[in-house]
């Protein structure tokens, strides 16, 4: 039997993702949470055979979550399941720690078949997702400006073309509003823009704004 923890901050895609399951014969949700840092406490104190998360929740969440339960617990399989499109969060998931990268487009069935291969010690990314990484692979010199933004920049550069203040990102993130204003500096220094509008011109061209939930 799989034991899975299910860290998601909806209770309702909690409740579908144990419905899920209950299909199944071999895998079961043994613990939950509804934010990183209760998941992070939960790895620590518990054996899981796969951690399931969503990439966006309060607390620690996203990238700095899975490098954390890299950490703590070096051997547990994380599956990211996430409302982002694929072209935003997967390859730097994926470069963080976690093992497989699926949508919550995707079906039950695909899910479990994720589930399961992810706690076997394999990797799932769907068709798009590997030519994503052949495609890192072969064009390192014709990347797209983005995807020079660190961990923490790239973060940031959500937060701002979601319309967030810096001030309030700062205190997301437990930073100076200095530290944030410098981080915004060097993401328009890296993608070659000038102010907030590019950013947002750039990311809806791109494809990389979030959708609502």
Known sequence: MIRVLLADDHAIIRDGVKQILADTDDLVVTGEAANGDEALKIVAKHDF??????????????????????????????????MHNEEQYALRALRAGASG?????????????????????????????????????????DELPHTRLSDREFQIFEKIIAGIRLTDIATEFNLSIKTISTHKSRILQKMNLASDTDLVRYAIAKGLMAMPE
């Open 101 to 141: 990268y699926i949508t919550k487009e995707s079906d039950g069935e695909v899910l479990a078949t994720a589930m399961r291969k992810v706690a076997a010690g394999g990797v799932y990314v769907s068709n798009n997702v590997a030519e994503l990484l052949a495609r890192e692979r072969m064009q390192k010199t």
């Open 49 to 82: 055979d796969l951690l399931v998360l969503d990439i966006s929740m309060p607390g620690k969440s996203g990238l700095e979550l899975i490098k954390l339960v890299r950490q703590v617990k070096p051997r547990l399989p994380m599956l990211v399941f996430s």
